[in-house]
């Protein structure tokens, strides 16, 4: 079996793995294989593709804040913003006050709203439900596939290769240099970047590298029709100060949320039809219009270590694996 090299393999071909691979090609051979027949199919391809600069860890908004200036302006990968008007409100029943709170604290740029303002807003709201509200006015859409899809094509520009359909099932070290066994043949570099999202840790377990603790996390949405008399289309993502749901506008219809994270094996993840009814009726109980038809539903996998912030580096004791 003939053996393909390069200066690094890319193990991964979501948004992490694409967009590494494509600015990592500027000064090195680069191939990237994914397990799936199309990259962008996991994690990247079912996104609620919103960017909020107060969303996560402290690390994670200096992460956001700095990748604010490349998603309005993605010089190499689109030639305009990635970015559109949306705006983001978390709305707090009276036992969601302190969630509120705790969110508002360190946040910037968050404007706070009487609950009649927020009912302005989302017309579909129970005021009598609603004891706060808050807004991040410049929370915006992202173009997921656009970004994606920019990246791959600078990623080839630039002599980079995508191998689809080429699934891992052995990675060795010899001699300084890494070989993945993949479906599609024996792909050899000295350096494997490992973006392998929810299975990341059984890709380190191939390598006999150390475990980071990722948890893959299932994340359930569907998609419901706007509610009769209401165009959704500028309404902001509204969603439970305490991550109950959340709901945002998608091409004139709603994308709900049970904000669901139950812990799964790293497979093809589909929605849990008990999980998603749950988290309908609890949206449900925040506004005025009742659920009584689902046009698809679908699940994602969030992965996640356990202070929920990145992990980045070498990893110990196994040169050559990031």
Same mark, same amino acid.
């Given at each position: ?26 000064? @090195?051979?680069?191939?990237? +294989? #994914? !397990?799936? =027949?199309?990259?962008?199919?996991? /994690? &990247? $391809? ?45 709305? @707090?029943?009276?036992?969601? +006050? #302190? !969630?509120? =709170?705790?969110?508002?604290?360190? /946040? &910037? $740029? ?61 990675? &060795? ?150």
């Amino acid at each position: 079996m003939t053996t393909r090299s390069s200066d690094i393999l890319v193990i991964g071909g979501g948004m992490a793995g694409i967009s590494a691979a494509a600015l990592m090609a500027a000064d @090195a051979s680069v191939t990237v +294989l #994914e !397990a799936e =027949a199309n990259v962008g199919h996991h /994690s &990247t $391809g079912r996104s609620a593709a919103i960017f909020i600069r107060n969303y996560g860890s402290p690390v994670l908004r200096k992460l956001n804040a700095a990748s604010a200036p490349f998603l309005s302006a993605p010089d190499g990968v689109s030639d305009s913003s990635l970015l559109s008007p949306r705006g983001e409100m978390l709305v @707090a029943a009276p036992d969601e +006050l #302190e !969630a509120l =709170a705790g969110y508002l604290e360190g /946040s &910037t $740029g968050i404007e706070q709203l009487t609950p009649d303002q927020a009912v302005e807003l989302v017309p579909i709201l129970r005021r009598d439900r609603l004891a706060a509200a808050a807004i991040e006015w410049d929370a915006q859409d992202i173009d997921v596939d656009r970004m994606l899809q920019g990246f791959l094509r600078l990623l080839r520009k630039r002599g980079g290769e995508v191998v689809n359909g080429a699934r891992t099932g052995a990675l &060795t070290r010899a001699n300084g240099v890494w070989t993945a066994t993949t479906d599609k043949g024996a792909y050899s570099a000295p350096i494997v970047v490992n973006a392998a999202g929810g299975w990341a840790d059984k890709l380190a377990a191939l390598a006999d590298a150390p475990q980071v603790g990722l948890r893959p996390l299932r994340r359930s949405a569907a998609l419901l029709p706007a509610p009769d008399g209401h165009d959704v289309t500028r309404w902001p993502l509204f969603a439970s100060a305490s991550e109950r749901w959340y709901a945002k506008p998608e091409a004139g219809l709603l994308m709900v949320s049970p904000c669901d994270e139950d812990p799964v094996e790293p497979h093809d993840v589909w929605a849990d039809d008990m999980v998603l009814a749950e988290g309908l009726d609890r949206y449900e109980q925040a506004v005025t219009v009742p659920v009584t038809h689902v046009l698809k539903n679908w699940a994602g996998m969030r992965s996640f270590v356990a202070d929920r912030n990145p992990v980045v580096g070498f990893a110990p004791g196994a040169q050559g694996f990031f």
